[in-house]
């Protein structure tokens, strides 16, 4: 058995952000359901109801598949957030009105805001996780759905309040949500990569959920109906109790749903295949609802569903910890998509069936049949996943090549970053040559060359954003040489390239506040204050756009990041082009006093002295190899060396010092 690394759960204000926006979008539909005589009452229209409903869900399906062309043009963070405000305002406006045309125009607003929630959710959470902590990512989400679809049942037990005072407060809930998740707006959900992944949509895992979407569909949409009438005329219970039983299913699914992640570990530790679980749980909750349907005590019914909704929450959150993370970024909103569109098909199929084909059997029957597709989808899920050492074997692949490694003992005393034989290629062509660098904790590394030396390649290899084709980084003890470059800011590795680090549209204090993404309020207000009181033309230029700065006034800017969010080791590009010398004199004190705070500096420099005035060690590239590495102030002690070196070769001029100075 493969032990998956323990992780974090992602971000957890983003975590704390998607489900509140989950809980928000579900609490209309129990709204909707239960008050319909009222609504129907107050637009005079007892009839419309029922098209209306549908047409709500068909421009929800719509919407949803509209979705996955937003992926290049939005990230998640800013749909979501633009969707929960437009669905704040549809339920608004059927809160408000009176009027049939009006509370459809409200509704088909909550129905397009609520697409992104349905289509993004679910992939921007699995994707933000290690493996390890996806399933309790999911459950968590899950649980505060269902949590989200109680509170207006346990309302209506309580109190008789209107339905346009419950939607007001779905409202207010809506609304609130999108200014959390406002606070991820740039949050994608294609950053992260960490399985061995494919490029389509039908592989077989989405093709299983497609399946267990239809069935669920089928059983919480289409037999809704049959559901209220069996507990209002077979049990004849009043609407309060009906919502008391309702609210307890929804109320059960979010408790159970807390023990999602150790039921699947405990099959995982088992040896099982991650899809017993989730099959065991469909097979469950389908045998449930046909034995609640078919009870012959209130009681019976009752304990069944509680259980059959709860075991649906956990196959829901196994289900979308095992699919998009196996999927390429590029298909993972479209696999979504289409699993709502199926849910919608089998709630489409399942009303069907019980009004036309079974119309004349009883409400006990068109529940019961409702648990077949919920059994075929386990039973499928469970026969015809992959073999267990198949998947295990993938997964251990996956993360050998994505997931950071250690290679040094935690406490042992190596350098914070040390590349080993590192080698570079541009296609056919070679351009680093096993290079070997190290960089300690709190000291400023100069790595200084001609043009075309390979300097910034380099850089670029350590930040993730060129492969290497030999060799391997070492970050903090952590073999991070596949690791995604997302992966490597998270653990606090930053670059800043000359010049290019800022938003051009966004004003000097807007890209300050950018920067503070992702650090508390108190560390990010008093980062920007300090890095005002270091660079008092920032200041002055605050409401400025950052793209009518001067060269310096950028850089300025640049290095304000690393006030605000302190890296551990920072790595800066060509840091005196194209500026004044009063301006170096300006930013060179920061740089130092960066180190001095604790951070590693890798710093890549054209100009020697400039390099040499700040760094206590010092490598010199020619032809992308190191031809010099050793301390910065050896090497200013000797000009003749470097005038050398930078007109005929660092190598003619070391041999011509008959080797007084090593290259090492």
């Not at 997931?403 to 290629?425: F, H, M, N, T």
């Not at 008092?536 to 230029?541: I, K, S």
């Not at 920061?590 to 604790?598: E, M, P, S, T, Y």
């Amino acid at each position: 058995m493969v032990k998956e690394p323990e992780g974090r759960p992602g971000n957890p204000r983003l975590l704390a952000a998607v489900s509140w926006q989950g809980a928000a979008l579900a609490s209309p539909l129990p709204i909707l359901l239960f008050h319909r005589a009222e609504i129907a009452e107050r637009l005079d229209r007892l009839g419309a109801l029922t098209g209306e409903a549908a047409l709500l869900g068909a421009v929800a399906v719509v919407a949803a598949l509209i979705v996955p062309r937003l992926r290049d043009r939005l990230p998640a963070g800013m749909l979501l957030m633009l969707g929960g405000l437009v669905a704040a305002v549809g339920l608004g406006l059927m809160a408000w009105t009176i009027e049939l045309t009006l509370f459809t125009v409200g509704g088909v607003l909550l129905a397009v805001g609520a697409a992104p929630g349905l289509v993004a959710h679910r992939v921007l959470l699995t994707t933000d996780v290690l493996p390890a902590d996806r399933f309790r990512t999911m459950s968590w989400y899950w649980a505060a759905v269902a949590t989200g679809a109680s509170w207006p049942l346990l309302v209506r037990i309580f109190s008789p309040v209107d339905y346009d005072t419950m939607l007001w407060i779905s409202a207010a809930l809506s609304l609130v949500s999108a200014l959390l998740v406002g606070r991820h707006a740039l949050a994608h959900d294609e950053d992260q990569e960490v399985e061995v992944t494919v490029a389509r949509v039908d592989v077989p895992w989405a093709r299983r959920s497609y399946g267990a979407a239809f069935a669920v569909g089928a059983v919480v949409i289409g037999g809704a109906d049959a559901a209220q009438s069996l507990l209002l005329g077979e049990w004849q219970r009043s609407a309060a109790q009906n919502a008391a039983v309702l609210a307890a299913g929804s109320g059960a699914a979010a408790l159970i749903s807390l023990f999602g992640p150790w039921y699947h570990r405990l099959h995982r530790l088992g040896g099982s295949r991650r899809s017993d679980a989730i099959g065991t749980q469909l097979l469950i909750a389908g045998a449930l609802t046909f034995l609640g349907g078919l009870s012959f005590t209130y009681i019976g019914l009752v304990v069944c569903w509680l259980f059959a909704g709860g075991a649906i929450a956990m196959a829901a959150a196994g289900l979308d910890a095992a699919v998009f993370p196996a999927l390429a970024p590029a298909v993972r909103r479209a696999v979504s998509a289409r699993q709502v569109f199926w849910v919608g098909a089998g709630g489409l199929a399942g009303a069907l069936v019980n009004a036309q084909v079974i119309g004349a059997w009883s409400d006990q029957w068109k529940i019961g049949w409702l648990g077949l597709p919920l059994l075929v989808a386990g039973w499928a899920i469970r026969r015809f996943a992959a073999p267990a050492r198949e998947s295990e074997t993938a997964v251990a692949k996956a993360q050998a090549a994505t997931v950071p490694r250690r290679v040094y003992d935690a406490g042992s005393s190596s350098p914070l970053l040390s590349v080993e034989q590192v080698s570079v290629a541009y296609g056919s062509v070679q351009v680093l040559f096993e290079v070997d660098l190290q960089v300690e904790e709190g000291a400023v590394v100069a790595l200084l060359g001609t043009n075309g030396a390979g300097k910034t390649t380099l850089l670029r290899a350590i930040s993730g954003l060129e492969p290497t084709i030999g060799g391997r980084i070492v970050y903090a003890g952590l073999d991070i040489t596949k690791t995604r470059p997302t992966w490597r800011v998270g653990m606090g590795l930053h670059q800043i390239v000359g010049g290019e680090a800022v938003v051009g549209p966004l004003t000097v204090a807007d890209n300050l506040s950018l920067f503070g993404h992702g650090v508390g309020r108190t560390q990010r207000d008093q980062g920007i204050a300090e890095a005002y009181g270091l660079f008092p033309r920032l200041a002055e230029r605050s409401s400025q756009r950052a793209a009518t700065l001067s060269g310096g006034e950028k850089q300025m800017l640049s290095l304000a990041k690393a006030i605000i969010a302190p890296p551990r080791l920072l790595l800066i590009d060509e840091f005196s082009l194209g500026l004044a010398p009063t301006v170096i004199a300006d930013l060179l004190p920061v740089v130092r006093r960066i180190a001095d705070q604790g951070a590693a500096v890798l710093l890549v420099e054209q100009s020697v002295n400039i390099a040499l005035s700040v760094a206590d060690h010092a490598y010199v590239m020619e032809k992308g190899e190191i031809g010099y590495s050793g301390p910065a102030e050896e090497l200013r002690s000797r000009p003749d060396l470097l005038q050398a070196a930078y007109l005929e070769g660092l190598a003619q001029a070391l041999r011509h010092e008959g080797g007084e100075i090593g290259a090492q």
